[in-house]
């Protein structure tokens, strides 16, 4: 009989930033590789110090993985109402995040933080679930949750 599997379940605070074209830079006879938007370092170094946290000192996955990710974003002001009404959302506010930042881009920035923490490389996600949702104001600030399990 084999061991449980015991899923990874993480959750990263912080603006979820999408990842999406690289750039080469040559400085002399070595080249860098850099992301477009400079932004997701902060966000990639955000999931990476919380996979270290919630892997607790377990190795990377070796084998396939199943992952499923739900991204929390900022409503923007202008679904809310104004004054005295200012915490009540619009009745033609969207119900659901239909904007940039593309829900690949977001997860093509954090498989890449998790590569080397929770799995080698994530040429291992097999099955992938995705999600893009408002934050809820007081109950849950903008960023990601993470469940990922190795598939046996």
């Known amino acids: 009989m084999s061991d449980p599997v015991i899923p990874i379940t993480i959750s990263v605070y912080g603006k979820p930033e999408p990842g999406g074209s690289k750039r080469a830079i040559t400085r002399g006879a070595r080249t860098f ?3 477009a938007n400079y932004k997701t370092g902060d966000w990639k170094s955000n999931v990476a110090q919380a996979a270290m946290v919630a892997m607790k000192g377990r190795q990377p996955i070796l084998g396939p993985v199943e992952v499923r990710m739900t991204f929390y974003l900022k409503r923007p002001k202008g ?3 104004t ?3 200012a915490a009540q959302l619009k009745l033609g506010a969207p119900s659901h995040p239909a904007v940039k930042p593309d829900i690949t881009k977001l997860v ?3 498989e890449d ?3 080397g923490i929770v799995w080698r490389d994530d040429c291992q ?3 992938a679930t995705h999600h893009k949702i408002y934050a809820v104001e007081g109950e849950r600030p903008q960023g990601a ?3 990922a399990r190795e598939i046996r």
């Open 33 to 35: 590789v850099l992301d």
């Open 79 to 81: 679904h809310y109402g």
């Open 83 to 85: 004054g005295k009404n």
């Open 108 to 110: 093509r920035s954090t």
């Open 113 to 115: 933080a998790l590569s």
């Open 125 to 127: 996600v097999v099955i």
């Open 145 to 147: 949750d993470i469940w």
